[in-house]
């Protein structure tokens, strides 16, 4: 089955404490990204990437970094969480955005809480 | 800036009536547009998409959209609405390899 897998689904953790999101495709999709999802603000981008090592700001980066070794997976790393960080995270991936197939397949989410 | 609004936060429709969700855009040129369902607890699902051509799009769950350029609005449509689809829904663009934007959301509450 073509699906986005995130983990976890469910994360309390800590001020401060490192912690890793990981997200992988089965779909050989060249482009994924992470949004995060706060109650009147809708979905905002936090990082993209277009392929493998190549990987650019969204509009909300600060206090996340992200790497792309591999094309199947985009992790996403909070080196020091804050409670502002509190949030519900989906991963989501699509074929090269701009083509005639680009809707995005999300994750189920990963709702974060940072005590 | 580019931007996708939805005017309305909240709707309320009751089962078997029909249902039009707003959605309007601001961007440079025509942009790529979709709509998204996100049901309670799970991720989004992508409804239905406009590329190009006929602006009356189908998508699935018996939804459609149309796309009016004087407008720059993408209105999703059905019919007749069924309990199952109360759900949060977002519209969506994207300038073409660029990131894709998205509206605010439009929760739909079914009543019977």
């Known amino acids: 089955e073509a699906q986005v897998t995130q983990n976890p689904r469910y994360l309390i953790t800590v001020t401060g404490k490192k912690l890793t999101v990981t997200c992988s495709q089965n779909?050989?999709?060249?482009?994924m990204s992470w949004y995060r999802q706060d109650p009147g603000l809708g979905l905002r981008q936090i990082y993209y990437s277009m392929n493998v090592e190549v990987t650019d700001k969204g509009d909300v980066p600060e206090g996340y970094k992200v790497s792309r070794k591999e094309k199947r997976n985009f992790p996403l790393i909070l080196e020091s969480p804050s409670p502002n960080q509190t949030s519900l995270y989906f991963c989501?991936?699509?074929?090269?955005?701009?083509?005639?197939?680009?809707?995005?397949?999300f994750g189920s989410g990963t709702r974060l809480t940072v005590v | 800036a580019q931007s996708v609004t939805q005017p309305d936060i909240h709707i309320t429709v009751s089962e078997g009536a029909s249902l039009e969700l707003r959605c309007n855009y601001s961007y440079g040129a025509t942009p790529y547009l979709f709509w998204y369902v996100q049901s309670p607890g799970q991720g989004l699902q992508l409804l239905l998409k406009?590329?190009?051509?006929?602006?009356l799009v189908q998508g699935i769950k018996g939804f459609e959209a149309e796309f009016k350029r004087s407008q720059s609005s993408f209105n999703l449509r059905k019919p007749s609405v069924h309990w199952s689809d109360a759900a949060e829904y977002f519209c969506a663009a994207s300038g073409g390899y660029q990131k894709v934007t998205f509206g605010t959301g439009t929760k739909l509450q079914v009543i019977p």
């Open positions: 406009y590329f190009s051509g006929d602006t």
């Open positions: 779909m050989n999709h060249e482009y």
């Open positions: 989501a991936s699509s074929p090269v955005p701009g083509t005639g197939d680009d809707g995005y397949t």
